[in-house]
């Protein structure tokens, strides 16, 4: 049970939110060079309000993923390492990625921030990366970086698979909602 919360939490932080942040960009390309098309501020809104359900759900996952490995799985030890990990120094690194997260695609819900073209652009590299590929993106870029065993890949190939998927969703949204007459015609 924990491994298949495991998996679909991967898949919410790696694929989904970073698919949203593709659509971002294409979305603020598309807006400042076409700027009076209603249906696609229509599909933005739809895109945003499944980003932020899909940001509760993630909220929920990972506490319940946390919960679940704690008093289930984690021994006594690991237990008192992991509380000494929470107040350490570097305790806000456990949460700060899933907060941060949970809480750029709660604003979401809010229609002028929604719209808002420079809230969605200063939000997208966080949406794209999380913190720590941009802490080593930013290091990298340091004049006495040394390489390390760190791997930073970013699967192309599977992140486009994730946009045509979260592409595809959205538009099947847009397209059921269209037919049950809740958003007009052009």
């Not at 599909?43 to 499944?50: M, N």
């Not at 690194?93 to 809230?119: C, D, E, H, M, T």
Request: glycine share 6%; aromatic share 18%.
């Amino acid at each position: 049970m924990n491994q298949l919360l495991q998996g679909i939490e991967y898949y919410l932080f790696h694929y989904v939110f970073k698919s949203f942040g593709l659509y971002t960009l294409f979305y603020i390309l598309w807006i400042l060079f076409k700027r009076n098309n209603k249906s696609v501020k229509k599909y933005d809104a739809i895109a945003c309000k499944l980003m932020g359900t899909i940001g509760i759900v993630m909220g929920i996952l990972v506490t319940v993923n946390t919960l679940l490995w704690y008093y289930q799985e984690a021994t006594l030890e690991q237990q008192q390492h992991y509380l000494q990990r929470l107040t350490g120094s570097y305790g806000y690194g456990i949460w700060f990625n899933p907060l941060l997260l949970l809480v750029l695609s709660q604003l979401l819900w809010i229609p002028f921030l929604r719209k808002a073209l420079l809230y969605r652009l200063l939000t997208l590299p966080f949406f794209l990366f999380t913190i720590e590929q941009i802490i080593i993106l930013t290091t990298s870029f340091h004049r006495d970086y040394l390489p390390s065993s760190y791997h930073t890949a970013i699967p192309i190939l599977e992140i486009i698979i994730a946009l045509i998927g979260f592409l595809l969703v959205t538009g099947g949204i847009y397209y059921f909602l269209k037919k049950k007459g809740k958003i007009s015609g052009e």
